[in-house]
């Protein structure tokens, strides 16, 4: 693809792929590139075959293509799967001694003309007097070298890196990411996207998890809960290795169980407090989601989708979840359900659903996918965080109150105020357990009363593209990057409208766009459609054209790419 | 501010069986609560479900009664969130030992300075009287006309072996040394784990007070577990009071770190922060 360059990494899981990935992102942000990176790695510690693929344009970019125009391999396992994503005319470097390419491979090297470049990275860390392991550094200054870089730029991100750590020889780092600049004087690649942005190297690249926490912290959270599950998990990990500075309690609970109902006794209490899982886990949370509803104590959930049900494909993507986040809980009560798509939507939406949960005394939660969770976008900078609004009142007499908008005054257990009882079991205005008809009928009319003054105050979801487009897709979550993506390459007049808050729907510029007879095409990262079916659920409208990714990969631009070709 | 008993009755009928253990387990509850003068407000009680959570409407404080086997997870959320509050988490064997048993054992070794009310009637009371893992050996039951199939869990046993800080063990026919205890518990700084042998008239009848009273003999607390071991392997008797404590353990919010020095409570916290040194360090 012209407007990008592509370079990935194949390594075995534990070989350091991403360390080395880490450092090629931001010495590439440095030297003036957008930047998106995307991981492939299997769910084991040591072994299988894994990716680490930059994408960088001179544009803003946040998906990722199939093809790459350099790849770098480190394991004779990602050589074999990976060959035949390079692109005609791109380099293979790698160093496997005595590796031979399948015949397939061997074919398919010879028909699009790529060099292959085999580097002695062991024999070279011994001249450079430094270890084994460094073999990685040099193959890192090899790949540094073929784009013609300024080298200080990525010796920069190398020495910082390894300053930090103990016992590291860093002139020996040095001396191997020369060896590896010397080693590869021979080969040359075209296409490096031209125009360099000045001043980028102050931007970030921050992972959706990475921004989660970010946003959790500037919108006051307090404590977090949770229980380790791919790709929730590197949310504990960013609030742990914060905790010193932030002051929040980071706790691994024992079960998914555990920590839901920490973070609802400590939401109870007054403090922001979140959980995060993904679909295994979030099943285990239903329950407290229901007790949430009819309790009215506020609830915030990160549920982040992986592929499949099940154990499912632990470390890839999907979002198949939609149908038990909008179900999750027995019996009927109010909800909101947020969908991430990026790191700022990441940053601003955790925000924005404790706003809600405080707010409207509801169970928030805020889907993201592993492709949003652990891939790396470049920003220039994150939003300043959004006002804190909590709905409390400072005292009160009846917990429960029936009020015309169903939202009941919430004041916070302290010393000196009124006690209530928040009571699961149906209960009257101050919270006693009740059987009564009239009880239960208005009990219930008023919590479902609040999501109608939810629905009115949710934002629309928002349109890209020209005013009359001939195609316009409509998605939530990550589908949104590569269709935006796309349409910086493909200048036909394609549309998208995307949904970042997904119930309650708002469906009038759905029923615009049917009225004005746009094709519409449905985009979702599963195979059934949950999306699609709670649209028509809530619109009335069916839409036939669909356009469905299920292999457990999130959409590349070139899956978009390839649809508006047929279409 | 004076606190008299009557602050923290509740003008809801009782709903409990004549004879009921949980009338005197409130009462313990309440004048221990009195005795060390707290105010209803100053006071969390997270209830489960079964008679004990019935309780929940009958004591004031602020109170919360959630879901089946999780009281005490929700406690210690709400604990973390404020510490200066007396944080009561109040359950049944049935859902301490059976729903929610991870909750105990993580709890315990935790040690969280939460108080938790185990009462055992030895049963299923609310749903009319099921088996539950301290249902007296060959006691046939509700759907069990052949008896109890599975073995017993002794909760003195299970606590113990957990490296608790505090274990007691009351009696609801004795409100006088309950008060005492929970007293005791309440003032512990860490997890407090009192079971409270609780007479149901309804559902065990062969543990009439009569036979439980002869059995009961009372114990000074000690911080020898193998003394504490003895008393509560001895199965032919129930001993009563703080079986074990030991104060050398930290509470886990002791333990943490990152809140030293803190003076502030989470709930007091709850503001927009900067994040410019948070973004720079994951860079």
Redesign the interface.
């Known amino acids: 693809m012209k407007d990008r360059f592509t370079i990935k990494f194949g390594g075995y899981s534990g070989q350091g792929i991403n360390t080395l990935g880490g450092f090629l992102s931001?010495a590439l942000k440095n030297s003036g590139y957008f930047t998106f990176a995307y991981r492939e790695y299997p769910s084991v510690i040591k072994g299988g075959y894994a990716s680490f693929q930059i994408d960088f344009a001179s544009h803003f970019i946040s998906s990722s293509t199939t093809k790459t125009k350099i790849l770098a391999c480190i394991s004779d396992e990602s050589l074999d799967k990976y060959t035949q994503t390079v692109t005609k005319d791109g380099v293979i470097l790698h160093s496997l001694k005595e590796y031979t390419f399948s015949k397939e491979n061997t074919e398919y090297i010879k028909e699009n003309s790529i060099v292959v470049k085999y580097i002695d990275t062991e024999a070279l860390a011994q001249e450079c007097n430094a270890p084994p392991i460094m073999g990685n550094i040099i193959m890192l200054g090899a790949v540094w070298s073929l784009l013609k870089l300024n080298r200080k730029v990525l010796e920069k991100e190398v020495v910082e890196y390894f300053s930090k750590k103990k016992g590291i020889d860093i002139e020996a780092e040095k001396r191997c990411l020369s060896a590896g600049y010397q080693n590869i004087k021979d080969i040359k690649v075209k296409g490096l996207p031209e125009k360099i942005k000045k001043g980028w190297e102050n931007s970030?690249?921050?992972t959706g998890n990475?921004a989660i926490a970010?946003g959790a912290?500037?919108?006051?959270c307090?404590?977090y809960?949770a229980y380790p599950m791919t790709p929730a998990t590197s949310i504990l990990e960013?609030l742990g290795?914060?905790?010193?500075?932030?002051?929040?309690?980071v706790?691994q609970?024992?079960?998914e169980?555990?920590a839901i109902?920490?973070?609802?006794?400590?939401?109870?209490?007054?403090?922001?407090?979140f959980t995060a899982t993904s679909g295994g886990g979030f099943d285990l949370m239903t329950?407290?989601i229901s007790?949430s509803g009819m309790?009215e104590?506020p609830l915030v959930i990160v549920l982040g989708q992986r592929a499949g049900s099940g154990t499912g494909v632990p470390t890839f993507s999907g979002s198949s979840d939609l149908d038990a986040a909008l179900q999750a809980g027995h019996g009927e009560f109010p909800r909101c359900v947020l969908a991430a798509s990026d790191a700022i939507d990441s940053y601003e939406l955790i925000q924005e659903a404790f706003n809600i949960s405080e707010t409207y005394q509801i169970p928030v939660i805020l889907l993201t996918e592993k492709q949003i969770s652990e891939s790396l976008f470049n920003i220039l900078e994150?939003p300043t965080?959004l006002?804190?609004q909590?709905g409390l009142t400072s005292n009160g007499i009846k917990r429960y109150l029936l009020t015309k908008d169903g939202i009941s005054p919430r004041w916070?257990?302290?010393?000196?105020?009124?006690?209530?009882?928040?009571?699961?079991?149906e209960h009257d205005e101050h919270?006693?357990?009740t059987e009564d008809i009239e009880d239960i009928k208005s009990m219930a009319q008023k919590r479902i009363r609040k999501s109608i003054k939810l629905e009115k105050s949710i934002p629309h979801p928002k349109y890209y593209g020209p005013k009359d487009p001939t195609i316009v897709f409509v998605g939530m979550g990550s589908t949104k990057n590569a269709v935006l993506d796309a349409m910086k390459v493909n200048k036909k007049r394609i549309g998208y409208l995307h949904y970042k808050y997904i119930f309650p729907l708002k469906e009038e510029k759905i029923l615009e766009l049917n009225k004005k007879g746009t094709q519409i095409v449905l985009i979702e990262n599963n195979l059934v459609g949950a999306f699609g079916k709670l649209i028509k659920e809530q619109s009335g409208i069916y839409i036939p054209n669909t356009l469905n990714k299920f292999d457990g990969r999130p959409f590349f631009v070139d899956d978009i790419l390839e649809y508006i070709k047929n279409r | 501010m004076k606190i008299d008993i009557s602050d923290y009755n509740t003008i809801i009928k009782n709903t409990w069986c004549p004879g009921c253990g949980n009338f005197n387990i409130h009462i313990a509850l309440k004048k221990a609560l009195v005795d060390l003068k707290k105010h209803p407000s100053e006071v969390v009680f997270s209830f489960d479900i079964g008679c004990n959570g019935n309780g929940g409407d009958k004591i004031e404080g602020f109170r919360v009664k959630g879901l089946h086997g999780r009281a005490i997870p929700f406690a210690i959320g709400a604990h973390l969130a404020n510490k200066e509050m007396t944080v009561i988490a109040d359950i049944g064997d049935g859902g301490c030992l059976h729903e929610g048993i991870d909750h105990l054992i993580h709890a315990i070794r935790s040690n969280y300075n939460v108080t938790v009310l185990i009462h055992n009637n030895q049963n299923f009371a609310l749903t009319t009287g099921q088996i539950t893992s301290t249902t007296q050996s060959g006691k046939k039951m509700y759907a069990f006309p052949d008896g109890k199939t599975e073995g017993d869990i002794n909760i003195g046993e299970l606590v113990l072996a957990l490296n608790p800080s505090f274990y007691a063990k009351g009696y609801s026919a004795d409100a006088i040394q309950l008060t005492e205890i929970i007293k005791e518990g309440i003032k512990h700084k860490g997890f407090s784990v009192i079971e409270i042998v609780q007479i149901c008239p309804t559902y065990n009848r062969e543990n009439s007070s009569e036979v439980l009273s002869s059995r009961i003999r009372k114990v000074q607390s000690t911080n020898n577990i193998d003394i504490a071991r003895k008393y509560v392997l001895d199965t032919k008797h129930i001993y009563t009071g703080v079986i074990y404590q030991n104060k050398e353990i930290k509470d886990y919010y002791s333990n943490l770190k990152n809140r030293k020095g803190k003076k502030t409570e989470l709930v007091e916290e709850v503001k927009n922060y900067g994040i410019s040194n948070i973004l720079n360090k994951i860079q």
């Open positions: 931001k970030k690249i921050l990475q970010l912290i500037a919108g006051g307090r404590a809960f960013t290795d914060t905790y010193e500075e932030t002051g929040i309690i706790k609970a024992e079960s169980i555990t109902q920490m973070a609802m006794g400590s939401m109870y209490m007054g403090a922001r407090a329950e407290t007790c309790t104590i994150l965080p006002k804190i909590r916070l257990p302290k010393k000196g105020k009124k006690t209530y009882l928040s009571n699961s079991d919270g006693i357990s």
